[in-house]
Every structure is written in structure tokens, then in C-alpha cells.
């Protein structure tokens, strides 16, 4: 990651924390965006370098799969599950300090329609990147297959992140891969007789 693109990311991580707890403390409705650039000591004109609206600020930056560990995990050889793993690993690690920010977006997110649909939007980029990286690693597949993949890849982070964030699960890592290795428990289901 070049120097640039690392001072545009701790930037960008500022501007979402001051927002997260702008619309913590006064309401979301109560924030602007001049208020945020305010508390994050930029100017107004720097925010919308960064952010087209506060909802997308208190978004942050995408949550895109990290390039390496995307590029590790299509040329890998192992078992798909494991690698998989790996790759999921490493996206998750990059947030294990922002468990209360996350919290705090999930909560604001129930009671806001354009941040409920933001969210929605950053999971759906999430099964499309994922999509492709299904489709790199395991080129001629059934598209039908890589796409039912994702979305359970993406289900199960996201399930994950969840339990993590409501203190059901401490350790966001473990909970991770407890829930990729449900996906084939899942599928088995479909196998069995109903008892």
C-alpha cells in the first residue's frame, strides 16, 4: 500500500469515527456535514473529497477482501474451505479494533433507511468481489454455484460480525470460521429427510 493511498485511508477512518460519534451523541438527524469536518479538523471541502453525505461517512471507507490475501486465496491449492478461511481471516483482522464503531453503525443503521441501505449496498459489493474471486480461482465453474456460494461466504461474515458486535461471540476470528464451516453443514441439510 503506497504512502498516499495510507494517509487517504487514516483520513478517511477519522472523518467515519468523528461521524459514528456525532451521530452517536447528538443524533443523526443533528449531524451535518460541516459539523463533522469541524470535529475532524478538516474543511468542508475535504469531506466531499472523501464522502458525497454524512451517511456515507459514517460508512467509511469500503471494507473491500485485502489484495494480497485475495491474490493468495485465488492462486491457492488447498482445500476451498481453507483457504477461504485465510482470506477471511485477514479482512476481519483489519476491524478487531473497531468494535464499538460497528456496533454503533449496526444501531444507527435499524433506525436510518438511507444508512440501512448503505449498509445493504457495502454487502452486496462484498458478494460481488467475492463472486469474483470464486470465479478466478475456480474459472468454468457454474455461475449459479459461485453466485449461492457468495452470498453464503458473505451471510456467514456477516452473521459473525453480528454475534461479535452484540458480545454473544468475543472472539470475532473463531466466530468467523465456526460460521464458513456451517456453510457445509447448511448444505448437507438439504440432503436429509426431514425427522
Do not use: C
Not at 504512502?3 to 487514516?10: A, C, P
Not at 447528538?26 to 474543511?43: K, Y
Not at 460508512?59 to 486465496?73: L, T, V
Amino acid at each position: 500500500m503506497s504512502l498516499h493511498h495510507t494517509r487517504r485511508l487514516k483520513t478517511a477512518k477519522k472523518i467515519q469515527a468523528v461521524a459514528v460519534e456525532l451521530a452517536v451523541r447528538d443524533g443523526l438527524a443533528n449531524v451535518t456535514t460541516e459539523a463533522i469536518a469541524r470535529h475532524a479538523d478538516i474543511s468542508t471541502r475535504t469531506f466531499f473529497n472523501y464522502y458525497p453525505y454524512k451517511e456515507a461517512a459514517l460508512m467509511g471507507p469500503p471494507p473491500d477482501y485485502p489484495a494480497e490475501a485475495s491474490e493468495i486465496f485465488v492462486q491457492g491449492k488447498g482445500r476451498l474451505i481453507d483457504d477461504l478461511g485465510q482470506l477471511i481471516e485477514a479482512h476481519i483482522t483489519r476491524f478487531l479494533d473497531e468494535r464499538e464503531m460497528i456496533g454503533h453503525i449496526l444501531r444507527l443503521s435499524e433506525s436510518d433507511a438511507k444508512l440501512e441501505a448503505l449498509r445493504n449496498s457495502a454487502m452486496l459489493a462484498r458478494r460481488a468481489q467475492m463472486r469474483t474471486l470464486l470465479h478466478r480461482r475456480l474459472p468454468g465453474s457454474d455461475e449459479r454455484l459461485i453466485e449461492i456460494l457468495a452470498a453464503a461466504i458473505v451471510a456467514a461474515t456477516n452473521a459473525a460480525t453480528k454475534d461479535w458486535v452484540a458480545g454473544t461471540r468475543t472472539d470475532f476470528i473463531a466466530a468467523a470460521h465456526e460460521n464458513l464451516a456451517l456453510i457445509l453443514v447448511a448444505a448437507e441439510m438439504l440432503d436429509k429427510p426431514t425427522p
